[in-house]
């Protein structure tokens, strides 16, 4: 099926939110919509528009946006991470959404990845406009993933950067930045795995430029984050979890342990490889996986 691509801005609490609305050409509305957003200190650029062009050639609406102070969304400071507010903007995109009048507002169906699949448990636990929802290798809990991530000879250092952080910006300053990914063990950066530095760091076409930097403070909201706690209230919404076999970003303990406790009705897709397969080399899988999903639940 054929789709167009348009911009469109959606008005939220102090900013202005970016997103791309890929509407299917000739078929009869209303029709059943999915809203979808990336992870942690990415752009919509940077892997959403394979998904979102699967979902429109399978004949959903689809809205795709970026998160407030990043990519083409306002917002200051840039760059700067905090949950709570990222799903409080994820509701006014539903609200938008609904609002469209090429949109069935009884057959919204959301689709998260990697920290926004953790957004995807919270919304579907606590939204029920939504008749579906896909968690693409989720966050299921900040502080553990924290505590793995560091050394525990390391974490007093982690806390004092943190704290002094907070002092300064007592002070007045704005809130001090890092790289989120980088080799070189002189620069500062949340992520050195080079399978996370390759894949932010690859080529995309796009004429909005993705800055390769994070407030210092987004560290400290992600480990303070707890989206897995919620995963035994998304039922009766439906749950489908797409889960890397050897993810170390989202670890995969994690998530299987997180899929155990969730309720029916929920499916659990495994595919091989890590974090980043889904939007890679298991691409094929991890959307066709989505798409049946939103396929049974919004039809």
Same mark, same amino acid.
């Given at each position: 099926?054929?789709?167009?691509?348009?911009?469109?801005?959606?008005?939220? /609490?102090?900013?202005?939110l970016g997103g791309w609305l890929f509407v299917p050409e000739?078929?009869?509305?209303?029709?059943?919509?999915?809203?979808?957003?990336?992870?942690?200190?990415?752009i919509k650029d940077q892997g959403l528009e394979p998904f979102?062009?699967?979902?429109?050639?399978?004949?959903?609406?689809?809205?795709?946006?970026?998160?407030?102070?990043?990519?083409?969304?306002?917002?200051?400071?840039?760059?700067?991470?905090?949950?709570?507010?990222?799903?409080?903007?994820?509701?006014?995109?539903?609200?938008?959404?609904?609002?469209?009048?090429?949109?069935?507002?009884?057959?919204?169906?959301?689709?998260?990845?990697?920290?926004?699949?953790?957004?995807?448990?919270?919304?579907?636990?606590?939204?029920?406009?939504?008749?579906?929802?896909?968690?693409?290798?989720?966050?299921?809990?900040?502080?553990?993933?924290?505590?793995?991530?560091?050394?525990?000879?390391?974490?007093?250092?982690?806390?004092?950067?943190?704290?002094?952080? /907070?002092?300064?910006?007592?002070?007045?300053?704005?809130?001090?930045?890092?790289?989120?990914?980088?080799?070189?063990?002189?620069?500062?950066?949340?992520?050195?795995?080079?399978?996370?530095?390759?894949?932010?760091?690859?080529?995309?076409?796009?004429?909005?430029? !993705?800055?390769?930097?994070?407030?210092?403070?987004?560290?400290?909201?992600?480990?303070?984050?707890?989206?897995?706690?919620?995963?035994?209230?998304?039922s009766p919404t439906p749950l489908l979890m797409i889960v890397?076999?050897?993810?170390?970003?989202?670890?995969?303990?994690?998530?299987?342990?997180?899929? /155990?406790?969730?309720?029916?009705?929920?499916?659990?897709?495994?595919?091989?490889?890590?974090?980043?397969?889904?939007?890679?080399?298991?691409?094929?899988?991890?959307?066709?996986?989505?798409?049946? !999903?939103?396929?049974?639940?919004?039809?």
């Amino acid at each position: 099926m054929t789709f167009t691509r348009s911009d469109v801005e959606i008005p939220a /609490e102090g900013a202005t939110l970016g997103g791309w609305l890929f509407v299917p050409e000739g078929a009869e509305g209303p029709l059943p919509a999915v809203t979808m957003t990336i992870g942690l200190g990415g752009i919509k650029d940077q892997g959403l528009e394979p998904f979102a062009r699967a979902f429109a050639e399978a004949g959903y609406v689809v809205l795709a946006h970026d998160h407030r102070t990043f990519g083409s969304s306002s917002g200051t400071p840039r760059h700067d991470v905090h949950p709570w507010q990222q799903i409080a903007d994820w509701r006014r995109v539903i609200s938008y959404l609904e609002s469209r009048p090429e949109v069935d507002e009884r057959r919204i169906g959301l689709w998260g990845t990697s920290f926004a699949g953790g957004h995807a448990l919270v919304l579907g636990a606590t939204d029920r406009r939504l008749r579906a929802v896909v968690a693409q290798v989720p966050m299921i809990s900040g502080l553990r993933i924290g505590q793995r991530r560091a050394l525990p000879e390391h974490q007093a250092a982690i806390d004092r950067r943190y704290d002094e952080d /907070e002092r300064a910006q007592l002070r007045g300053s704005a809130p001090a930045t890092v790289a989120l990914v980088s080799k070189d063990p002189g620069v500062p950066a949340l992520y050195r795995d080079p399978e996370v530095v390759d894949f932010y760091l690859r080529p995309y076409d796009s004429d909005v430029e !993705w800055e390769n930097r994070l407030t210092l403070r987004s560290s400290r909201n992600s480990r303070m984050y707890e989206p897995g706690v919620y995963i035994d209230t998304v039922s009766p919404t439906p749950l489908l979890m797409i889960v890397g076999t050897h993810d170390t970003m989202t670890p995969t303990d994690m998530a299987l342990a997180a899929y /155990e406790r969730a309720l029916e009705p929920k499916r659990l897709e495994l595919i091989r490889g890590g974090h980043f397969s889904p939007y890679l080399e298991e691409f094929g899988a991890a959307s066709a996986a989505a798409t049946e !999903w939103f396929g049974r639940h919004l039809s």
